[in-house]
């Protein structure tokens, strides 16, 4: 079966058979039991186990399947639904994680005749996001070099995830859509008050990419509330703040039993120029 996916080492269209992936220069890459592939040359490892550890892909997948973040993946999923054309779109989610967005969007574009492929350094969150998606290829790869032919892509969702402008406008095809998902200024205000005591906003930006028509800014916002401790460090440990917060900022977390937070995204919504519209 012709695969979404491209030969990392030569560039050239995999088959997927049951086992493996074979490109026709004879490089081969094992399917893992779980369903995914590792498409990272070892020279483009920049650690033994790069991207996000198991206890932040445990943290956030404890978090994500409360449902907190469920007005996000609705807004991308009705976001995408507005944007694929006919049977046979692919969507690609660039730094899909443990696969929660992912898993929402392949439920929407296999019920309308597309394929969905996500690809994220981590080992352990590509293996949870394969478990999620069956149907979906899933490979551990960098965003910045994506396993995908040129214009292969109609859709690309990047959410929380590292931006790689030049490399997005490279599989995206013209006329295809970027989504590019980042925090509202006041993002988890409540989370930053009790962490730090001078909390700063998060700066508000409207970018244009090289290759790319920014069409819109779509704000997402809800409010919820944590109401054990233990859903309130799953959270923390999903963040940034987690390698960055002082001892004693985090020991007055410990103490937390309830947290009411509002969650603020920014869905910023762009269209792939012509080639001959750089």
């Known amino acids: 079966m012709e695969s979404t996916f491209c030969c990392p080492n030569c560039g050239a269209a995999l088959e997927r058979t049951q086992t493996q992936y074979l490109c026709p220069r004879g490089h081969s890459f094992d399917l893992a039991r779980e369903g995914y592939v590792h ?4 020279n483009r490892k920049h650690a033994k186990e790069p991207g996000d550890d198991r206890e932040m892909v445990r943290a956030r997948t404890q ?5 907190w973040y469920a007005p996000l993946r609705q807004a991308l999923c009705d976001l995408t639904a507005e944007r694929i054309r006919g049977r046979g779109a692919l969507l690609l989610d660039a730094g899909c994680g443990e696969g929660y967005y992912t898993s929402a969007l392949n439920e929407l574009l296999s019920a309308a005749g597309g394929r969905v492929c996500g690809v994220d350094l981590s080992k352990a969150a590509v293996r949870k996001a394969a478990r ?10 960098s965003v910045y070099h994506l396993p995908l032919a040129d214009a292969a892509a109609d859709v690309l969702v990047n ?11 490279r599989v995206v095809r013209p006329g295809g859509s970027f989504l590019y998902v980042v ?11 009790l962490l730090y005591e001078h909390p700063y906003e998060n700066e508000e930006k409207q970018e244009e990419y090289p290759g790319f028509a920014l069409d819109a800014v779509v704000p997402v916002e809800t409010g919820f509330t944590l109401t054990d401790n233990e859903q309130i460090r799953a959270l923390f440990h999903m963040t940034p703040y987690t390698w960055k917060t002082p001892k004693d900022a985090k020991q007055r977390l410990d103490a937390v039993q309830r947290l009411s937070l509002t969650a603020q995204f920014r869905i910023h919504v762009f269209t792939r120029r012509p080639e001959n519209e750089k």
């Open 183 to 193: 925090p509202g200024p006041r993002h988890l205000w409540e989370l930053k008050q």
């Open 39 to 42: 498409l990272l040359p070892a």
């Open 63 to 67: 978090f994500l399947d409360g449902g």
């Open 159 to 169: 959410c929380f995830s590292p931006l790689a402008a030049q490399e997005f406008a």
């Open 132 to 141: 999620r998606c069956p149907g979906a290829e899933i490979a551990v790869a």
